[in-house]
C-alpha cells in the first residue's frame, strides 16, 4: 500500500511540477526584464551624478532631495495604482507603466535646475507606482504560497541585474558618449537607458495574459489543475482576509510597511550611492566604477536564489530574514572603517547585498499568506508605499551626512541600526501564519 500510495503521488506530482515550469518560464523572464529596466531608470541617476552635479552645480543636499523625490510620487499613488491594475488587469495597467516611466526617465536629459530635476523625479515616481506592487499581487494568481518564495526571488533578481549589467553600460556610455551630438554623457545615460522599458511595456500586451483562465498556451487540463492548486491554498489559509479594509487597516500589514522601510534604507543607499562610495575609495574611471559596482549585485542575486529556495524548502520565513538582516547590518557598518580601501569597501557591500537584498524575496512572500484579492492588492500597495518612504529619507540622509561632515557614516550606522529594530517586527508575525 505505501508503494502504491507512493506512485500515485508522483503520478500526481509529476504533471503539476511540468505546469510550473512551463508557467515559470513564460512569466518570470519577461517580468524579471520588466522589474531590470524599471529599476535602471531609477537608480542611473546616481550613476549620472558623477557628470552632472559639477556640470549643473547641484549641491550633494539638492541631488539627495531630488533622488529622494521619485518616492513622493511612487508613495501617493501606490495604492491608486495597483487598485486600478485589479480592476483593469495587469496586460494594460503594467504596459501604462512602463511606457510613461520610460518617456519621463528620458526626459531627464533635458534638466537644467534644481526645480526641473525635482519635478520629473517626481512624476517619474508617479508614473511607476504600482509596478511592484501589482506585479507581486500578479503572481499570487498563478502560484500557491508555498512556492511564492522561490518564483519572488527568480522575478526580484532583476533588481541586482540592474546593477550587474547596468553599471559596466552606464560607465560605458557615460565615458564613450561624451559630447556626442552635443549631449552630455550623463545625457546619454537617461535616453540610451529609457528605450527598453518603453520597448517591454508594448511588448506587455502580447506577452501577459491578465488571468491564467486567458492563457492561450494553457490547455483546458493545465487551468483546471492551476484552478485546484489555487483553491487549495485558499483553504489552507481560511483566515485570509479579502476585501480593501482588510489589506488597509490590518496592523500586520503596517508591520510590514516598517520592516521593508528599513530593507530599502539600506538597498537605496547602496544602489543610489555606491558609485560614489566607489569613487571615494580611490577609482576615478567611470567604466571601472561601473564594473565594481556591479559585484555587489552579482553577490545579490546569489543570496536572493539561495535564501528564496531555502525558505520555500523548509517552509520557514522569518529566521530567512532576522538572520540575513544582522548580517547585513553588521557588514554595512563595518564598511565605515574601510572608505578609502576599494576591495574591503567592495567585499563588505557584496555580503551587505547578498544578506539584505536577499532576503526581500523571502519578505515579499508574506503579505499574500493573510491577505487574498482586493485585501492582497491594497497590503501589496499600502506596505510597499509605507517602505519606500525609506527612498526620501535615505538619499536625502545621505547627502545631508556628507554635506556637513564628509563622509556617509553616520547615515550608514542608522540603516544598520534600523535593520536590527525591524527584527523585534518579523519575530512579532506569527510562525503559524507566515511559515507556510
Known amino acids: 500500500m505505501p508503494i502504491a500510495n507512493a506512485t500515485t503521488a508522483t503520478s500526481v506530482a509529476e504533471p503539476t511540477q511540468a505546469l510550473y515550469h512551463k508557467i515559470t518560464w513564460k512569466l518570470i523572464p519577461f517580468l524579471c526584464f520588466c522589474y531590470l529596466a524599471a529599476y535602471l531608470d531609477r537608480i542611473n541617476v546616481g550613476f549620472a551624478k558623477l557628470q552632472m552635479l559639477d556640470q549643473l552645480h547641484f549641491s550633494e543636499t539638492a541631488f539627495g532631495l531630488g533622488a529622494g523625490l521619485f518616492f513622493v510620487g511612487y508613495i501617493l499613488f501606490e495604492v491608486p495604482s495597483n487598485l486600478i491594475l485589479e480592476k483593469v488587469g495587469a496586460k494594460i495597467w503594467i504596459a501604462r507603466i512602463m511606457i510613461t516611466w520610460g518617456l519621463l526617465s528620458a526626459c531627464t536629459l533635458l534638466v537644467t535646475s534644481t526645480t526641473q530635476f525635482y519635478i520629473l523625479r517626481f512624476l517619474l515616481g508617479a508614473a511607476e507606482a504600482g509596478f511592484l506592487p501589482g506585479v507581486l499581487f500578479y503572481l499570487t494568481t498563478w502560484f500557491p504560497t508555498h512556492r511564492r518564495g522561490r518564483i519572488i526571488a527568480l522575478f526580484m533578481i532583476g533588481l541586482p541585474l540592474s546593477s550587474v549589467i547596468g553599471g559596466p553600460l552606464s560607465g560605458w556610455v557615460m565615458g564613450h558618449f561624451d559630447q556626442v551630438s552635443g549631449l552630455r554623457g550623463w545625457q546619454w545615460l537617461f535616453l540610451i537607458e529609457a528605450i527598453p522599458s518603453v520597448l517591454l511595456g508594448i511588448l506587455t500586451f502580447w506577452v501577459l495574459p491578465n488571468h491564467f483562465r486567458q492563457a492561450k498556451w494553457l490547455s483546458e487540463e493545465e487551468k483546471a489543475i492551476l484552478e485546484s492548486e489555487l483553491q487549495s491554498d485558499e483553504v489552507s ?68 536564489l539561495l535564501i528564496g529556495a531555502s525558505s520555500d524548502r523548509h517552509r520557514e520565513r522569518r529566521w530567512h530574514i532576522i538572520v540575513p538582516f544582522f548580517i547585513g547590518a553588521a557588514a554595512m557598518a563595518t564598511s565605515t572603517f574601510f572608505t578609502h580601501n576599494v576591495v574591503a569597501t567592495v567585499t563588505l557591500f557584496a555580503i551587505a547585498s547578498a544578506a539584505i537584498i536577499g532576503a526581500v524575496p523571502v519578505f515579499f512572500s508574506l503579505p499574500a499568506t493573510f491577505l487574498k484579492g482586493t485585501a492582497a492588492a491594497t497590503g501589496f500597495a499600502l506596505a510597499c508605499s ?31 541600526g534600523c535593520l536590527i529594530l525591524s527584527s523585534f517586527l518579523v519575530i512579532a508575525l506569527p510562525a503559524k501564519l507566515v511559515n507556510r
Open 237 to 304: 489559509s481560511p483566515e485570509s482576509k479579502q476585501d480593501f479594509r482588510d489589506g488597509f487597516f490590518n496592523l500586520k500589514v503596517w508591520m510590514l510597511g516598517g520592516i521593508d522601510f528599513s530593507i530599502l534604507l539600506s538597498v537605496y543607499a547602496m544602489g543610489f550611492w555606491m558609485p560614489t562610495f566607489i569613487r571615494n575609495a580611490g577609482i576615478n574611471d567611470t567604466f571601472h566604477i561601473g564594473v565594481l559596482t556591479a559585484l555587489p549585485s552579482v553577490a545579490a542575486l546569489l543570496g536572493m
Open 386 to 416: 509605507l517602505a519606500n518612504i525609506a527612498g526620501l529619507v535615505s538619499n536625502s540622509l545621505m547627502g545631508v551626512a556628507i554635506d556637513l561632515t564628509g563622509s556617509s557614516a553616520g547615515a550608514l550606522w542608522f540603516f544598520a
